[in-house]
């Protein structure tokens, strides 16, 4: 049975110089406004028992705790849910750290991105390194044993010695999991601009690769489990929301911008927040689109976000174990038994394995 739910907040304090993720300003009302309309969403749907709730943006950390809890107790939450708040830095101090704990959140995923002031500041971030690492320490202090910390690589003109220095500063700290993605450059960002103009280049695919081979070897030897592409942990740590998406399993999106999977079918909410607050007091929906998912799609989503879970992989069946033989022979994949899991080669060009199942 459905079992996860992810709400949107679709509010930042400023717009970060290469993200295109649905969010923008807004005042208290606008938020108070948004988070009325978000529990009659809610209210629109069966209370399905739920394991995890992802509050994700945008800044989640942009709403009281107060707000946290309204929607929360709006919930049917089973008992030992993973209940995880995203967390820009600049909007959190100790107190309210303890009271998103008191209100029911028990994982905090924190943006820090790096550790390097310099690039910090070119990515547009308003958070210096030591407020992201203070956000950290308050969030501990306040009782959270479950912290995940967002980084990214890849950035403009970083180094190898860059990378290495944000590692050793990530490893420090010791957080539970740790999410880092390599750039990509978005259409329509401020990036993206500076990329057109030759201001930026993108860097070049061996550093990149010895990058992502660099954050690999070191996330190893601090104990670190590399349990999915962009995603480490320590053991028993994965992120069980996120985990519920690479296993194909169904939830609830909530909020404008985000998509779900429920009754076979993927859906997407609105994009623009009028449209949104329009559907709600019509007691409708507010899905933009929606797509069936028949039995052989569902086939392929299995495959290719199963492989996702480096450890656990998949088990194939009919054709598509032809398929996976001739990856193991490619070297792509291993064998193990049944069960088919990514090689170094194959984590490394994760992208190109996936397409051959398409
Ligand atoms: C919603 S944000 C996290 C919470 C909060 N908004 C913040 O940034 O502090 C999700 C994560 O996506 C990643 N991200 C956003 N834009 C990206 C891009 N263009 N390329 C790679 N990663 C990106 C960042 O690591 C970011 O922390
Ligand atoms: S990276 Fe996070 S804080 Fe920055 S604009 Fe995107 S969602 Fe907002």
Known sequence: MLSGMYIHIPFCLNKCNYCDFLSFKSTDEEREKYVAALINE???YPKFPLETVYFGGGTPSLLT???VSRILNNLNIKNNAEITLEVNPKTVTLEKFKLFKKAGINRVSIGIQSFNDELLKTLGRLHSSSEGEEAFYFARKAGFDNISLDLMFSLPNQTLKDLKSDLNRLFSLRPEHFSIYSLIWEEGTDFFSKLEAGIYKETDNDLEASMYELIIDEAQKNGYIH???????LPEKRAIHNTKYWKNEEYLGIGIGASGYYQDVRYKNVLKIPE?????SDNVKPILEEEFVDSDEKEIYEYILGLRIIPDGII?????????NNLVDEGFLIK?????????KGILMANDVFSKFI
């Open 227 to 233: 349990y999915e592409i962009s995603n480490f942990c």
């Open 42 to 44: 809610i209210n629109m």
């Open 276 to 280: 949104y607050y329009a559907k709600i």
């Open 65 to 67: 705790p107060e707000q």
């Open 336 to 344: 193990n038994n049944f069960r088919y899991i990514l090689s170094k």
């Open 316 to 324: 194939p069946k009919g054709k598509y174990i032809d398929l996976c």
